[in-house]
């Protein structure tokens, strides 16, 4: 089956408003910007974002965060993005922050059908027992809080259940794909995008360039992958750096 599409608009054609969304990347790195900006063109509003962090000012989910498109966010990380921390503190967006190593779990599990495990990050901590602000109120107190996990001993350890995540859609950026969805993924840039690949229900992928793919090269096999969008060589060039330094 060729799943390749015309456009990054014409593939996000039926992302409608309030739905799911796995969105890959690690900060800047193997984010589907193209995607990203064919959602904002369109208008689409009042998505939940499940990525590890929310892009930053103008770049990535970062464009669609400033527009006041996302209600609600679930990642591991709000760092440096300034923006996502006022709609947070203002109560603006719901946010559901989670051990990065579960949040990578939760999204794989979904991917594979399991619908939820066990894990050792947070016992002990208000992500087993609850009480984490999701959404705060206008006066600042907290308007919704996490609810506490069901917690088991396993060979006399404390494990908290987490919940796998299946989405409506997926975005990812892989560096080649070819007609039938089947994705690789260059480097550093082959990090939530696999797993955000499974959990989405139709994911949609675009590629730096589209080739002939030997099997044992594959990273996720296209049975994941429902459209692929190739990009254009200024489209796949145009990579963002959050940092060109870290001190001076």
């Given at each position: 089956m060729n799943k390749v599409v015309g456009s990054a608009a014409e593939a996000v054609a039926d992302v409608t408003d309030g739905a799911s969304m796995a969105v890959g990347g690690f900060g800047l790195c193997g984010v589907p910007t193209v995607l990203i900006e064919a959602l904002y063109e369109r208008g689409t509003t009042r998505l939940s974002v499940v990525s590890n962090n929310c892009g930053v000012a103008g770049r990535g989910l970062g464009r669609l965060l400033a527009a006041g498109r996302i209600a609600r966010a679930t990642g591991s990380y709000i760092g440096e993005n300034k923006e996502l921390a006022r709609q947070y503190l203002a109560g603006d967006i719901e946010v559901e922050l989670t051990p990065q190593g579960t949040l990578a779990e939760r999204l794989r599990a979904g991917g594979c059908g399991i619908p939820a495990f066990y894990t050792p990050a947070g016992v002990g901590t208000q992500v087993a027992s609850g009480g984490l602000p999701w959404r705060y109120a206008p006066d600042g107190g907290v308007a919704v809080a996490s609810p506490a996990k069901e917690v088991r001993e396993f060979d006399g350890r404390s494990y908290v259940m987490e919940h796998g995540i299946t989405t409506d859609f997926a975005l990812v950026r892989a560096a080649r794909g070819?007609?039938?969805?089947?994705?690789?993924?260059?480097?550093?840039?082959?990090?939530?995008?696999?797993?955000?690949?499974?959990?989405?229900?139709v994911t949609i992928a675009e590629v730096e360039e589209l080739t002939e793919l030997d099997p044992g090269e594959v990273?996720?096999?296209?049975?994941?992958?429902?459209?692929?969008?190739?990009?254009?060589?200024?489209?796949?060039?145009?990579?963002?750096?959050?940092?060109r330094t870290v001190r001076s």
């Open positions: 070819d007609r039938f969805g089947n994705l690789v993924f260059d480097k550093a840039a082959r990090n939530f995008n696999p797993l955000c690949a499974m959990a989405g229900r990273h996720i096999p296209g049975v994941f992958v429902q459209r692929v969008v190739v990009l254009t060589p200024e489209q796949a060039a145009d990579k963002y750096i959050e940092k």
